[in-house]
């Protein structure tokens, strides 16, 4: 189910399928970089503003899926408009800013963003753009990234599966917004 906060900004609306902290796993494979699979953690957060916050990290897993090491961190802000065109700001911890643009889908909670403009640092490895696929498939997460670099023709790089993180705050507020004529038993809840 997807939640609409109160004090959520009108214009994110559209957005708010990617509220929320997110938890998962994925596979990490492109030319000239470790093949791996990988942690992720992911937040979208909100302050009433009219954009989300984001922020992933990132890890290698080991063949026991325990932490290895760090493989990317990623921070940004998305907005979206009348028309339902998505834009995203991202800076990543290697060097690189990009602006995104894109759009949701019609009638469902998907968004597809591609690069419009790449910033690196000097330390930054070689990057020219990328597409990014994001979608809420049964209450899941999921998101499949491509990249290019001058060598490198645009494929995909990087992709995960994301579970949302029930916090103890989230379960005390579901608690106080059950109705007071609950069922003794949670079988004849579902009758």
């Known amino acids: 189910m997807i939640e609409i906060p109160s004090d959520l900004h009108k214009d994110l609306v559209p957005l708010a399928f990617l509220l929320g902290n997110w ?70 911890d290697d060097g690189v800013v990009e602006i995104w643009y894109g759009e949701l889908a019609a009638k469902k909670p998907q968004i597809d963003l591609v690069t419009d403009a790449v910033a690196r640092t000097a330390a930054a490895g070689p990057y020219s753009g990328g597409k990014r696929l994001y979608g809420y498939v049964k209450s899941d997460l999921m998101w499949v990234g491509e990249k290019q670099t001058p060598e490198v023709e645009l494929r995909p790089y990087m992709s995960a599966h994301l579970k949302k993180v029930v916090t103890p705050e989230d379960v005390e507020r579901w608690a106080k917004a059950l109705p007071d004529d609950m069922p003794d038993d949670g079988i004849a809840f579902f009758k």
Request: charged share 30%; glycine share 10%.
């Open 23 to 92: 938890a998962g796993a994925g596979v990490h494979d492109f030319p000239g970089s470790e093949k791996c699979n990988f942690g992720q953690e992911v937040s979208f957060t909100h302050d009433g503003r009219d954009f989300l916050e984001y922020h992933s990290h990132t890890w290698v897993l080991d063949a026991d899926g325990n932490k290895v090491r760090p493989l990317e961190t990623e921070s940004g802000f998305w907005r979206v408009d009348a028309a339902r065109k998505v834009e995203a700001v991202m800076t990543r």
